[in-house]
C-alpha cells in the first residue's frame, strides 16, 4: 500500500487530502500538524474548516485509509510521498523583503525535519505557493541532511478556491506537477501521475519543469486577481458616468476571448492567497531587475486597496460626512460566501475605515466568531496568514464592535447596513422589516451587489451598491476618492 502523509492540516491538506483517500481507496493517507486543537477539530464532528460537501468526505474515509495525527514525524517516516501544504505568509515586519517577499520560515523547519526523521527514500511535494526556485532550495536542505537517503522534489501547486474546494478537487481544470527533467525526476513525476490519475483524466495532468510549475501558480493568482481590480476600476468610472458596472461586464463577458469569469464587481478581493502571491511575485520581479514588470503587477494591488478605501469613504460621506457614534450593520465578514476565512477579507479595511471615524459596528457573519472579528480587528497587517496558534493573543477588542447571530438584530436601531460577503441568505432578508426597524433614513451599501437597487429605494432605503448608478441622494455627496 502507498503511504502518503500531508504535513500541515489547513484548507489545502485537509481537503486535499480527502479527495485523494475517497478517490484512491489503496493508499493510505495521513494529515499532520503541529496544532493539537486544529487535529482534534479534524478527529470530531466539528471539522476545523467551513467547506461545503467536505464533512461527507471526511465521514466516508476518516479511519479507513484517513488519518490526522499530531505525530509528524512517525507519519513522515513511514510515508512514500510526503506534501508540504503549510503557509508561506507575507514575510512581516523587518529583514529582506520584508513586506512582500514568502516567509519560508514554515516550509524551511518542515523540510528539515524530513530530512532528520526519514529512513527510506521519498517523494517530497511542494503543494504550498512558494517563489520559484524554493524547490531548489529545499533540494539543498534536503540532500544536505540525508544521510544517503534520495529525495525527490516535486512542484503541485494547488489551483482550488475556498468555498468550492470539493467540487475544484473533484473536477480540477488541471492538475500540475512540476518535476526534475532527470529519469529519476520522470519516475517521481509519474508516481504522483499515478495518484491523481485515479480520477483525473490524463490530458487534464500537465507536467512541466519545476521553475515553470512555481511560476504558474503565481501566474494564474496574478491574472485572475487582475481581473477583478480591473473591473473594479471600471465600476469607479461607472459612479461618475451612470453606466452600470454589471452591464459593462455582462457586454464585456460575452467576447469569447474574454469569457465571463471573474468579473464581478465588489468592495475588493481577500484571502491572502491574491496579495501575498502578487507581492512574492513583485518581490522576484525586482530581485530580478525587472522593475516595470514589479510596477504593473503592484498596480492590481493597490486598485484593491483603492476599492476598499472607496467604500468606506462612500459609507461616510453619504451619511451626512460622519459616522461618529452611529450604529452600522456589518452583514458578513468572511472573505467570499462559504467560507468562514477571514484572512485578508475587506471587511477587515472597510470596518477599520469605519471604526476610524468612530462608528459603533454590529456585526453579523454565519461562518465567524465573535473571537475570530475581534482578532482580525486588532492583528497587524500580513499577521493573517500565520496560524491562529502562533499569533499572539490579542489583549485588548475593539469596544465598538458588537458580534450577533442574526441579520435582523445587527440592524436593529442601526443608520446604515454595509453588505459584505455576498451570503446568499443575504438575498432573501426581508427588508421591509429591516427597514421599519432602523434608523431614517436608512441606508444600505452593497459591496457585493446582491441586492435589489430598484425594490429597496422603494422600500425607502437610500442605495449605494459598487458602480451602479447612484442615486439623488448619493449623487449630491461630495465626490470620494
Ligand atoms: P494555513 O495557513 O491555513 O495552514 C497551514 C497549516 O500548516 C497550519 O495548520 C499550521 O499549523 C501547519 N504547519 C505549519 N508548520 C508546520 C510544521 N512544521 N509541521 C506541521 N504542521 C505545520 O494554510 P492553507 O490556507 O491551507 O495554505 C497552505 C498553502 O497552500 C499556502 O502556501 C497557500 O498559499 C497555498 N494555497 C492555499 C489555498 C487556499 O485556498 N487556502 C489555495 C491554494 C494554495
Ligand atoms: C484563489 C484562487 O481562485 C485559487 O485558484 C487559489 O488556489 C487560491 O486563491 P480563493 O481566494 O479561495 O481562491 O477564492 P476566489 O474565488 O478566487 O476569490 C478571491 C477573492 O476575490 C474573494 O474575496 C472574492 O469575493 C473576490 N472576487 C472573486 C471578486 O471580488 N470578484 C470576482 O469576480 C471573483
Given at each position: 500500500?502507498?503511504?502518503?502523509?500531508?504535513?500541515?492540516?489547513?484548507?489545502?491538506?485537509?481537503?486535499?487530502?480527502?479527495?485523494?483517500?475517497?478517490?484512491?481507496?489503496?493508499?493510505?493517507?495521513?494529515?499532520?500538524?503541529?496544532?493539537?486543537?486544529?487535529?482534534?477539530?479534524w478527529?470530531?464532528?466539528?471539522?476545523p474548516?467551513?467547506?461545503?460537501?467536505?464533512?461527507?468526505?471526511?465521514?466516508?474515509?476518516?479511519?479507513?485509509?484517513?488519518?490526522?495525527?499530531?505525530?509528524?514525524?512517525?507519519?513522515?517516516?513511514e510515508?512514500?510521498?510526503?506534501?508540504?501544504?503549510?503557509?508561506?505568509?507575507?514575510?512581516?515586519?523587518?529583514g529582506?523583503?520584508?513586506?512582500?517577499?514568502?516567509?519560508?520560515?514554515?516550509?524551511?523547519?518542515?523540510?528539515?525535519?524530513?530530512?532528520d526523521?526519514?529512513?527510506s527514500?521519498?517523494?517530497?511535494?511542494?503543494?504550498?505557493?512558494?517563489?520559484?526556485?524554493?524547490?531548489?532550495?529545499?533540494?539543498?536542505?534536503?540532500?544536505?541532511?540525508?544521510?544517503g537517503?534520495?529525495?525527490?522534489?516535486?512542484?503541485?501547486?494547488?489551483?482550488?478556491?475556498?468555498?468550492?474546494?470539493?467540487?475544484?478537487?473533484?473536477?480540477?481544470?488541471?492538475?500540475?506537477?512540476?518535476?526534475?527533467?532527470?529519469?529519476?525526476?520522470?519516475?517521481?513525476?509519474?508516481?504522483?501521475?499515478?495518484?491523481?490519475?485515479?480520477?483525473?483524466?490524463?490530458?487534464?495532468?500537465?507536467?512541466?519543469?519545476?521553475?515553470?510549475a512555481?511560476?504558474?501558480?503565481?501566474a494564474?493568482?496574478?491574472?485572475?486577481?487582475?481581473?477583478?481590480?480591473?473591473?473594479?476600476?471600471?465600476?469607479?468610472?461607472?459612479?461618475?458616468?451612470?453606466?452600470?458596472?454589471?452591464?459593462?461586464?455582462?457586454?464585456?463577458?460575452?467576447?469569447?476571448?474574454?469569457?465571463?469569469k471573474?468579473?464581478?464587481?465588489?468592495?475588493?478581493?481577500?484571502?491572502?492567497?491574491?496579495?501575498?502571491?502578487?507581492?512574492?511575485?513583485?518581490?522576484?520581479?525586482?530581485?530580478?531587475?525587472?522593475?516595470e514588470?514589479?510596477?504593473?503587477?503592484?498596480?492590481?494591488?493597490?486598485?484593491?486597496?483603492?476599492?476598499?478605501?472607496?467604500?468606506?469613504?462612500?459609507?461616510v460621506?453619504?451619511?451626512?460626512n460622519?459616522?461618529?457614534?452611529k450604529?452600522?450593520?456589518?452583514?458578513?465578514?468572511?472573505?467570499?460566501?462559504?467560507?468562514?476565512?477571514?484572512r485578508?477579507?475587506?471587511?477587515?479595511?472597510?470596518?477599520?475605515?469605519?471604526l476610524?471615524?468612530?462608528?459603533?459596528?454590529?456585526?453579523?457573519?454565519?461562518?465567524?466568531t465573535v473571537?475570530?472579528?475581534?482578532?482580525?480587528?486588532?492583528?497587524?497587517?500580513?499577521?493573517?496568514?500565520?496560524?491562529?496558534?502562533?499569533?499572539?493573543?490579542?489583549?485588548?477588542?475593539?469596544?465598538?464592535?458588537?458580534?450577533?447571530?442574526?441579520?435582523?438584530?445587527?440592524?436593529?436601531?442601526?443608520?446604515?447596513?454595509?453588505?459584505l460577503?455576498?451570503?446568499?441568505?443575504?438575498?432573501?432578508?426581508?427588508?421591509?422589516?429591516?427597514?421599519?426597524n432602523?434608523?431614517?433614513?436608512?441606508?444600505?451599501?452593497?459591496?457585493?451587489?446582491?441586492?435589489?437597487?430598484?425594490?429597496?429605494?422603494?422600500?425607502g432605503?437610500?442605495?449605494?451598491?459598487?458602480?451602479k448608478?447612484l442615486?439623488?441622494?448619493?449623487?449630491?455627496?461630495?465626490?470620494?476618492?
Amino acid at each position: 500500500m502507498v503511504k502518503i502523509c500531508c504535513i500541515g492540516a489547513s484548507y489545502v491538506g485537509g481537503p486535499t487530502m480527502a479527495v485523494i483517500a475517497l478517490k484512491c481507496p489503496s493508499i493510505e493517507v495521513a494529515v499532520v500538524d503541529i496544532s493539537v486543537p486544529r487535529i482534534n477539530a479534524w478527529n470530531s464532528y466539528q471539522l476545523p474548516i467551513y467547506e461545503p460537501g467536505l464533512d461527507a468526505v471526511v465521514k466516508q474515509c476518516r479511519g479507513k485509509n484517513l488519518f490526522f495525527s499530531t505525530d509528524v514525524e512517525k507519519h513522515v517516516r513511514e510515508a512514500d510521498i510526503v506534501f508540504v501544504s503549510v503557509n508561506t505568509p507575507t514575510k512581516t515586519t523587518r529583514g529582506l523583503g520584508a513586506g512582500k517577499a514568502a516567509d519560508l520560515t514554515y516550509w524551511e523547519s518542515a523540510a528539515r525535519m524530513i530530512a532528520d526523521v526519514s529512513k527510506s527514500d521519498k517523494i517530497v511535494v511542494e503543494k504550498s505557493t512558494v517563489p520559484v526556485k524554493t524547490t531548489e532550495a529545499i533540494e539543498k536542505i534536503l540532500t544536505h541532511n540525508s544521510k544517503g537517503i534520495k529525495f525527490q522534489i516535486l512542484s503541485n501547486p494547488e489551483f482550488l478556491a475556498e468555498g468550492t474546494a470539493i467540487q475544484d478537487l473533484f473536477n480540477p481544470d488541471r492538475v500540475l506537477i512540476g518535476g526534475r527533467e532527470t529519469p529519476e525526476g520522470n519516475k517521481a513525476v509519474q508516481a504522483l501521475k499515478d495518484v491523481y490519475a485515479h480520477w483525473v483524466p490524463e490530458d487534464r495532468i500537465l507536467t512541466t519543469n519545476l521553475w515553470s510549475a512555481e511560476l504558474s501558480k503565481l501566474a494564474v493568482n496574478a491574472f485572475l486577481a487582475q481581473r477583478i481590480s480591473s473591473v473594479n476600476a471600471m465600476s469607479a468610472l461607472c459612479e461618475a458616468t451612470g453606466a452600470d458596472v454589471t452591464q459593462v461586464s455582462y457586454a464585456v463577458s460575452k467576447d469569447t476571448r474574454i469569457g465571463p469569469k471573474f468579473l464581478n464587481a465588489s468592495v475588493g478581493f481577500g484571502r491572502s492567497c491574491f496579495q501575498k502571491d502578487i507581492l512574492n511575485l513583485v518581490y522576484i520581479c525586482e530581485c530580478n531587475g525587472l522593475l516595470e514588470v514589479a510596477e504593473y503587477w503592484k498596480q492590481v494591488i493597490k486598485i484593491n486597496e483603492y476599492q476598499k478605501n472607496r467604500f468606506a469613504n462612500r459609507v461616510v460621506s453619504s451619511m451626512f460626512n460622519t459616522v461618529s457614534n452611529k450604529k452600522i450593520a456589518i452583514l458578513g465578514f468572511a472573505f467570499k460566501k462559504d467560507t468562514g476565512d477571514t484572512r485578508e477579507t475587506p471587511a477587515i479595511d472597510v470596518c477599520k475605515g469605519l471604526l476610524g471615524d468612530k462608528a459603533r459596528l454590529s456585526i453579523f457573519d454565519p461562518q465567524v466568531t465573535v473571537d475570530q472579528i475581534q482578532r482580525d480587528l486588532t492583528m497587524k497587517k500580513f499577521d493573517w496568514d500565520h496560524p491562529l496558534h502562533l499569533q499572539p493573543i490579542s489583549p485588548t477588542t475593539v469596544k465598538q464592535v458588537t458580534c450577533v447571530w442574526d441579520a435582523y438584530e445587527a440592524t436593529k436601531d442601526a443608520h446604515g447596513i454595509c453588505i459584505l460577503t455576498e451570503w446568499d441568505e443575504f438575498k432573501n432578508l426581508d427588508f421591509k422589516r429591516i427597514y421599519d426597524n432602523m434608523q431614517k433614513p436608512a441606508f444600505v451599501f452593497d459591496g457585493r451587489n446582491i441586492v435589489n437597487v430598484d425594490q429597496l429605494r422603494e422600500i425607502g432605503f437610500i442605495v449605494y451598491s459598487i458602480g451602479k448608478p447612484l442615486d439623488a441622494w448619493l449623487k449630491d455627496m461630495p465626490a470620494v476618492a
